[in-house]
């Protein structure tokens, strides 16, 4: 009796060892998954860097500090739309300051490189404003303002990393190309505004910014 007893407590202690699943057994990985890459989601970044022009005009400035900020809807995996604003100061050699701004709509295409990486480029359109104040004429001597507005069309490229599941760092490089519409000179007793077909100097500044930014990424 005890014999049976015996082999029938054997036969249930084999009948869970075999059927208890094998991976039960074997501890929890220790890798971390790679995070997903959100196929829709609001994008904002904010940087900085270098800000600096090309053209005859800008002669009267060199590169100075510039900052950038972005916000974007991020429909589909390779596209988004939004707008940048950005802000960009020049040093000026002859004349006390310098700087201009633009706002943009911004359509931008995305490529990612696995999970962590993403190149990109946008086009852009907006409006571009730039200020200069200082003594424009030696001879004479006047401390004059200037400011010249107008529609712009931009191109945009950079890429980013990932650091963290919402966090990313990248570098970006913008470039514009402005249709200038109006120009005024401002003294103090008062101002004149042309187009810049009718200015005494030639009027071409085309902006450009190169600089890192940093974007927080949220799932939409």
Known sequence: MRRIDAALLFSLLLTVFV???AGAAEPPSSEAKPPTVSAQAL???AGGGL???SGEFC????PSWGVDLTALYRMHLNFAVGFNVHYGRFAPDKIDTMYDYVINFEARGILPLGSRLEL??????????TYADGVFDEED????????T???AGVVAGFSARVTERLHVGVVGRFWMPNWSDTCF?????GQCTEPEALEFEFEMMPWYAGLFVRYELPY
């Open 150 to 152: 107008g529609v712009t």
């Open 19 to 21: 059927t208890v699943p």
């Open 59 to 62: 002669n009267e400035g060199g």
């Open 141 to 148: 001597g006047k401390h004059l303002i200037f400011r010249a």
């Open 120 to 129: 990109f480029g946008a086009a852009a359109f907006g409006y571009a404003t």
């Open 43 to 45: 994008l904002f970044e």
């Open 186 to 190: 401002y003294e103090a007793d008062g």
């Open 51 to 53: 800000n600096a022009c």
